[in-house]
């Protein structure tokens, strides 16, 4: 069985404060790693993904994420947020051959002025 | 890329009462996929649709509660059957796109289920 862990369900940052929102995962063989952003009555957005090669991976609004195999996280981080990235994030995993999506249970990012 | 429209986007229903909502794939594509979020929560897979076959579904998922229709590779439906209060949720379809190489989900914008 594979899963997905995001320990902090909300997380408050002021406005141009670098934030990091923590992603850990269990699975017996190899992985994809997602991270999707939700805002406010919206449906899902890819963020950025791992399939293979670096392990540091860039994608829209200024997010990166790092996977880390020997600790099995896929951490997300931006240097500096701004008010428009107060909305619900989640992390995801599929394996290799078998698309479907595994999601953790998301976090709440709330911007503060 | 794909674009996902569902519809509809959202409804109030009376409990004993059933809702098919319809997702639709601005390209033809092998695989759809129908979630559930219920308030607060993640997303829950509740099945897999591939056209011409049966929809494969998940644990704690049952074809005469949620029957999915897959007709053609741009069109998928999902119905609510029998509801009740604890089928409100948000119902997503997505799909895949890409290689082994380029792989991503895209999701479709949510129907927001309300159950009285």
């Known amino acids: 069985a594979q899963s997905v862990t995001q320990l902090d369900s909300q997380v408050p940052v002021f406005e141009e404060a670098p934030v990091e929102l923590r992603c850990n995962y269990s699975s017996s063989v190899s992985v994809y790693l997602f991270w999707?952003?939700?805002?406010?009555?919206?449906?899902?957005?890819?963020?950025l993904k791992y399939l293979s090669g670096s392990t540091l991976v860039k994608g829209i609004n200024g997010f990166e994420a790092e996977f880390n195999k020997s600790q099995t996280s896929f951490h997300l981080r931006k240097p500096s947020v701004?008010?428009?990235d107060t909305a619900e994030y989640f992390c995801a995993l599929s394996n290799f051959g078998n698309e479907k999506l595994t999601f953790g249970t998301g976090t709440r990012l709330t911007i503060i002025p | 890329s794909a674009v996902i429209s569902q519809k509809p986007s959202r409804?109030?229903?009376q409990r004993?009462?059933?809702?098919?909502?319809q997702c639709q794939v601005d390209s033809q594509v092998?695989?759809?996929f129908w979630y559930r979020q219920q308030p607060g929560q993640s997303l829950t897979l509740i099945a897999?649709?591939?056209q011409g076959s049966e929809a494969t579904y998940e644990s704690g998922f049952v074809i005469d509660k949620f029957p999915i229709s897959r007709p053609n590779l741009t069109f998928s439906t999902l119905t609510v059957s029998n509801m009740s209060p604890e089928d409100s949720s948000i119902y997503l379809c997505s799909v895949e796109s890409g290689?082994?190489?380029s792989y991503e989900q895209y999701f479709g914008p949510g129907t927001r289920l309300t159950v009285t």
Not at chain 1, 36 to 47: A, D, E, I, S
Not at chain 2, 16 to 21: D, N, P
Request: charged share 5%.
């Open chain 1, 82 to 84: 701004h008010i428009s």
């Open chain 2, 30 to 32: 092998t695989m759809m």
């Open chain 1, 36 to 47: 999707y952003v939700q805002y406010p009555n919206q449906g899902l957005q890819l963020l």
């Open chain 2, 11 to 13: 409804d109030i229903c």
């Open chain 2, 99 to 101: 290689t082994e190489f």
């Open chain 2, 48 to 50: 897999t649709a591939n």
């Open chain 2, 16 to 21: 004993g009462t059933s809702l098919t909502i």
